[in-house]
């Protein structure tokens, strides 16, 4: 058999709050954490509500002496930086990242894997366009002549910080997590929009299994609440234009033919995942256990932006056939699954496609599905993060047995069941998508 | 630590995985022997940038992709991918010639089977509309941004079908549409480590057994005005604005930094039943895959190369290979390493560090160039490039110099191969090639590839 991983440690870092205590009361509590955008006046632009991440002070996450190194970070970082510590704390783990006298495991370095779903980090517009600004030409153009400058001088590109570009390279989540951290197995950047942290949580499993780590940090992060960030969302066709003081309830509703588009979110989706057997010897409590993965491409997805890629297909089959291969390897029919934990954004076409994924492999012997599970709606489309966020619910789920009421956006028909095999899936923007089992440890 | 049953609840691995198809888009050219042929005369694709006007730039001269035209590959289909950036185009085009060397169309595996993992970069910026933002959207009087004044203009000048082809998983489903392909598709940004972290990954994904066949490989394009300043800024671009061709001169004694290039390469990765299956051609088997993190700084390696050494070791430790073992003739079982080697003082020295812990003595026997002397530094594109050099050393028996290479820098003493091409066939060819790539902020890969012989 294989050597199946557990999930140890939760970071859920969202404007659902920090840590998976606070997320787990907001879960049952039903809360929606949509709000004004607050980092920048959004009032030019055509969405202007969000879901935050509130009182996240990065420096109070790294030790002492990476402080410094946290003015390097973009948003997305440090969200990734936050959400690992938590997870690692949360799984009882010692590292070079702990305070000294905190109790935990000390791990082996080379022993540890890093998976860090991300998005495209947006260069912090302020910085650009204050360095832009010194190379006008006469008429009032971005002069690339005076933008080069020959290395020389106080104008055009000097203007940037020397390590402008570490700031905004993706792998720089993962890249500072190790360092923090101190850990030194196989480490990947993976980036497919929404499915990033579930393809990243899959294949940290794999590398669990094939044996080059006993544990892995995984998950992902991202933040596209900044000018250029929001709008290339936006033009991508998944937000709901909303004014500041738009009721979000009212125009995003999962799964609802009436719902408009999706919700703006930022997180950090981190978690700590181990082999079974390490998990055991060292006497940690296992939230869940993933038996299986499957991963999967949807031939013509639908990108309403890119009128190259012509027509889409009427179901997400990227999204129905890694469920059913990710059943399979957990040996679990569809009847078996008490709840699936799914992207549920609030674009119909959308939510239709991804509703007949799930009924095409998740429908029992009476065409019934699983209650569905969906967070989007109350802290927003967190892209590159999501998928770790409703791998903690659904880990949390397990662990509580029980699934609150107010999460459930669609069907009812196994919604008494106590949860003991749930599914989590994702796929992205372009296509991409996977779906993980989880199983009850009890 | 052993792969296989090292903790007694593992798998033996299932499959053998071999390469039957590649193709790459370079600026040394387009075709697998016209970039090889440039390789082995040590040609220089470095010159002035012509995307833009790099004139007053600190670093005016790169390794460019010339007289490229999707057309020539996809003919009338060309026309559905018009709006990807020109790294998805490169990728595509790549992707069709190792598809075509590999008969896919002739005697097709179940496309539900075949899947991709790229290291794609992000889309080439729409850079005017975006700097055009920036430029009205920044008040010099107050020093700030009016966001309502940038948002204004980027409504207005940005384009959704530019922006949306930023998302570097969009390559993979360019690709995808193109090919047909259902199987299992990822995307990595592991800076210039991600074409080998992709192909090592496919590697994985096949052995495992979660599909038939990968396409797999990377490409990038950062040669616009802001991936440009980047570098710059971190100075790490050589600036020998003076002569740029001899500007790419890894482990040589006055290396100043690396040349920026672009590109694709693309590989066909199959199981070795889907391989005979099908009746393809089989260039080379994988038998390795290495993957670790430094660990140690945002800006600098670990001095001692030791992420790059773990990589190394460990590819070599799942392909079976003694590293201080020598064959009946004393050779080295290393037959070439295909160095990350991008000409920055701190790379060739460490990764010469690395090099010298993982093989100790047989340290300098064991040749070594680097083609990012000729063709500049394809970025995330460079590893998939660089393994594919491997497997042409494999069929030809010949391995690639390292251009611009006179003065051996001290700290970097291996077998190095300076200038001309080495003919290894007079002692049995080229068997086993190691393929290094490194990312910036320390996250590294390598892959181990050897001659398939029919054992």
Same mark, same amino acid.
């Given at each position: ?101 905190? !109790?935990?495991? @000390? ?49 055009? #590109?000097?203007?940037? /910080? ?13 890249? %500072? ?8 197995? @196989?480490?990947?950047?993976? #980036? ?64 609802? @033919? ?11 989706? #981190? ?9 055991? !010897? ?29 027509? %889409? ?34 674009? /119909? ?16 012997? %009476?065409?019934?599905? /699983? ?30 047995? %029980? ?40 | ?17 071999? $390469? ?21 005369? =040590? ?12 004139? +007053? ?118 690709? =995808? ?57 971190? +100075? ?45 051609? $089989? ?17 600098? $390696? ?6 790059? =050494? ?31 080697? +991008? ?50 050393? $494999? ?61």
């Amino acid at each position: 058999m294989r050597a199946h991983s557990v999930i140890t440690g939760l970071g859920p870092v969202s404007s659902l709050g920090l840590g998976a205590d606070t997320f787990w009361d907001m879960l049952n509590e039903g809360t929606t954490a949509i709000a004004p955008i607050e980092s920048f006046d959004p009032s030019g632009f055509r969405v202007q509500i969000a879901g935050q991440v509130q009182g996240a002070n990065i420096r109070e996450y790294v030790p002492k002496s990476y402080r410094k190194a946290t003015k390097v970070m973009a948003r997305d970082t440090e969200l990734a930086v936050i959400a690992a510590k938590l997870a690692a704390d949360d799984a009882g783990l010692k590292t070079r990242g702990s305070e000294e006298g905190d !109790e935990g495991h @000390p791990i082996v370095p080379a022993r540890v894997g890093c998976q860090i779903g991300a998005g495209l980090i947006a260069a912090e517009t302020e910085e650009l366009a204050r360095a832009v600004a010194t190379a006008k030409d006469d008429e009032g153009v971005f002069s690339m002549k005076k933008w080069g400058t020959e290395g020389e001088g106080e104008s055009g #590109m000097n203007n940037l /910080p020397p390590l402008w570009l570490l700031k905004y390279l993706p792998n720089m989540l993962a890249c %500072h997590v190790t360092i923090i951290h101190g850990l030194e197995g @196989p480490s990947n950047t993976i #980036m497919g929009a929404e499915a990033s942290a579930l393809l990243s949580i899959g294949e940290s499993a794999r590398v669990i299994e094939r044996g080059s780590a006993d544990i892995c940090f995984t998950g992902g992060a991202e933040s596209r609440i900044n000018p250029l960030g929001l709008v290339r969302w936006d033009y991508a066709g998944r937000l709901v234009h909303a004014q500041a003081d738009t009721n979000p309830s009212e125009i995003c509703k999962p799964f609802d @033919p009436g719902s408009t588009n999706g919700l703006l979110g930022e997180a950090g989706g #981190m978690l700590v995942i181990e082999r079974e057997s390490h998990a055991n !010897e060292r006497g940690a409590t296992p939230y869940a256990r993933i038996t299986g993965f499957g991963a999967a491409q949807t031939p013509r997805p639908y990108i309403p932006a890119a009128k190259d890629i012509r027509g %889409h297909d009427e179901t997400e089959r990227g999204l129905s056939a890694s469920i059913s291969l990710a059943l399979k390897e957990s040996g679990r029919a569809p009847e078996d699954v008490d709840a699936v934990f799914t992207l549920g954004i609030g674009n /119909p076409v959308l939510d239709a496609m991804e509703l007949g994924a799930i009924r095409e492999s998740l429908s029992d012997d %009476h065409g019934d599905t /699983p209650p569905i599970v969906s967070i989007a709606h109350k802290c927003g489309n967190t892209m590159a993060a999501h998928a770790g966020l409703l791998s903690a619910a659904a880990a949390l789920c397990l662990k509580h047995a %029980h699934i609150p009421q107010s999460s459930i956006v669609y069907g009812q028909a196994r919604s008494d069941r106590t949860p003991r095999v749930v599914v989590v899936c994702s796929s992205s923007l372009g296509g991409q998508a996977g779906a993980l089992v989880l199983e009850s440890c009890a | 630590m052993p792969i296989g049953d090292a903790h007694g609840d593992q798998p033996a691995p299932k499959h053998r995985v071999v $390469i039957t198809g590649m193709g790459w888009v370079t600026p040394l050219g387009q075709g697998l022997d016209e970039a090889w042929d440039k390789l082995l005369s =040590a040609k220089s694709a470095v010159g002035p940038v012509t995307r833009f006007d790099a004139s +007053t730039c600190s670093t005016n001269f790169a390794a460019e992709v010339k007289d490229f035209d999707l057309r020539d590959r996809l003919g009338d289909r060309a026309a559905a991918h018009a709006d990807a950036g020109i790294s998805t185009q490169f990728a595509l085009a790549a992707t069709r010639d190792a598809w075509d060397m590999a008969g896919m169309d002739d005697n097709p595996p179940d496309l539900a089977r075949v899947g991709i993992y790229l290291g794609a970069g992000e889309g080439v910026l729409d850079y005017e509309p975006y700097m055009a933002a920036n430029i009205s959207g920044y008040d010099p009087d107050s020093r700030s941004l009016d966001n309502t004044a940038w948002a204004q203009i980027a409504y207005s000048g940005m384009r959704p079908e530019r922006e949306v082809e930023q998302e570097p998983q969009l390559t993979s489903t360019h690709i =995808a549409y193109e090919f047909g392909t259902m199987g299992p598709t990822l995307n990595c940004m592991t800076a210039c480590a991600a074409s080998t972290q992709a192909i090592g990954e496919a590697f994985e994904i096949i052995r495992r057994g979660d599909a038939d066949a990968m396409i797999a490989g990377g490409c990038h394009s950062m040669i616009h005005p802001l991936g440009m300043t980047g570098f710059m800024r971190l +100075t790490a671009m050589s600036t020998r604005r003076d002569d740029p061709q001899h500007a790419s001169r890894p482990f040589d004694k006055s290396r100043e930094g690396f040349v920026m290039g672009e590109g694709a390469g693309v590989l066909i990765l199959e199981s070795l039943e889907s391989a005979q299956r099908r009746g393809a051609n $089989i260039l080379c088997e994988v038998v390795g895959f290495g993957s670790t993190a430094d660990a140690y700084r945002i800006t600098d $390696i670990h001095p001692d190369g030791k992420g790059g =050494a773990g990589a190394m070791s460990a590819a070599l430790e799942q392909a079976g290979i003694d590293p201080h073992a020598t064959d009946d003739a004393g050779r080295p079982l290393v037959h070439y390493i295909s160095a990350h080697g +991008t000409g920055t003082q701190e790379n060739d020295k460490t990764e010469s560090a690395g090099v010298k812990s993982v093989f100790g003595e047989l340290a300098t026997q064991v040749p070594f160039s680097s083609i990012k002397s000729m063709m500049g530094h394809l970025i995330q594109a460079a590893g998939a490039v660089e393994l594919m050099t491997c497997i042409q050393a $494999i069929q030809t028996g010949v391995i690639p110099p390292t251009g611009n290479l006179h003065e051996v820098d001290p700290v970097c003493g291996l077998d190095h191969v300076p200038l001309e091409p080495r003919d290894e066939n007079h002692r049995g060819g080229v068997d086993v090639c190691l393929s290094n790539s490194f990312g910036f902020g320390g996250q590294n890969d390598t892959i181990c590839v050897r001659k398939y012989t029919g054992a």
